[in-house]
């Protein structure tokens, strides 16, 4: 059976999207270590969203290639999680500007790469052997960014009246986003059915947890989560995303081709 | 092994990390393989980390050294098994050593990661103390789980007081 393109997709979409979030970062950390640290975690980000572009335009073959898929599609054909296109602070609309804060990057850092760390454990032993391949160099990569998200959680919950009082704010934001991981679009549908991917919903327990015994440590609360559930997976994405794309895919579209 | 594929381990033995250059392609595990199959030569090389942007320096080194020899080789980039400092020489730890880099201080046993725990990084445990490359000391600190480049982290010796790089064991 062959691999669906769609499950590549949105794994890569996932990792170049909250790589190319990241990476707003760059030159703007608040210490110079973390600078550092956002930029190494977007680059291992965005080489594994290579890679699985590289995989995906292989099996498309024709005229697919990588930077066709990651600059020009638009943002109904993005696969990620919404979780992963928020900007770096509280619920706003789109154009609204306001400072980044730190703990919505470190609290998004640690429920995906808490979610990833399985995922590509899974994915070792995927049907498609690139994908496999893929996994295990992956897998090192984000078991590092959840180390350090994780330490800074907790550094975060258990830290200062002002950084504990962010830190609750982040999770009560981002907590209900980690709901999409549970639903199955057709894409994840298929892929396990052909064996190449891995049945998520299984992971939740593991994923659970994990973040619990986070959380705990961080003297941090999990709200109860009853409400929409969002389907940027299968394309549904709120107009974060836009913005996003219009910056990484602004310099692509107006010279395509282009070489340097 | 036929004189050819001799020839190119030969050709490309003096290439070293455009980031480290003071230990060779083959001695950190990025060189893998010289073979030689019905389409001719091939050699492979696979990345240390995935967004490695030192990857496309490496490969246009490898076609020039071999360009420069005259030998027709294709060059492939492999994933699986994946890279790991265990590969590392004890040479090559040496080399990094004496460069100012503590070289990776313990092993991540199967490259492969399908028998280890995928949680091993998540708890902060103690871990065994990094000796500082200048004076030997164990007296280190962490001061940056990320460094100058993908592969390493940035510590601080409390004796010598000199910052040091660390290449993490992978």
Known sequence: MSTPIDYLLHLADNAVVLGQRNAEWCGHGPILEEDMALANVSLDLIGQARLLYQRAAELMGGDATEDKLAYFRGPHEFRNYTLLELPHHGPLVGYAAADRDYATTIVRNFLYSALMVHVWDGLQQSADPSLAAIAAKSLKETSYHLHHSRDWLVRMGDGTEESHARAQAAVNHLMPYTEEFWTTSPAEGAAVAAKIGIDVWALRPAWDALVNDALAEATLTRPNFHGYITEGKIGLHSEHLSYLLGEMQGLARAHPGATW | ?170
């Open chain 2, 1 to 170: 092994m036929s004189s050819v594929v001799d020839k190119v381990w030969a050709t490309l033995e003096p290439l070293t990390d455009p980031e480290i250059p003071v230990v060779t392609l083959r001695e950190l595990g990025i060189l893998r393989d010289v073979r030689e199959t019905p389409e001719g030569i091939e050699v492979v090389i696979t990345p240390t980390y995935s967004g490695c942007p030192a990857m496309g320096q490496i490969e246009d080194d490898v076609r020039a050294s071999l360009e420069q020899a005259g030998i027709e080789a294709r060059v492939i980039t492999q994933l699986a098994p994946a890279w790991t400092t265990d590969w590392m020489s004890d040479e090559a730890k040496e080399k990094l050593r004496a460069y100012g880099i503590a070289p990776p201080h313990r092993t991540c046993g199967s490259g492969s990661g399908g028998d280890v725990s995928v949680l091993k990084f998540v708890r902060r445990q103690p871990t065994e103390p990094v000796a500082c490359p200048q004076c030997g000391s164990t007296h280190t600190v962490v001061t940056s789980e990320f460094g100058s480049t993908a592969c390493k982290a940035l510590y601080k010796c409390l004796d010598c007081q000199e910052p040091f790089d660390y290449f993490k064991p992978y």
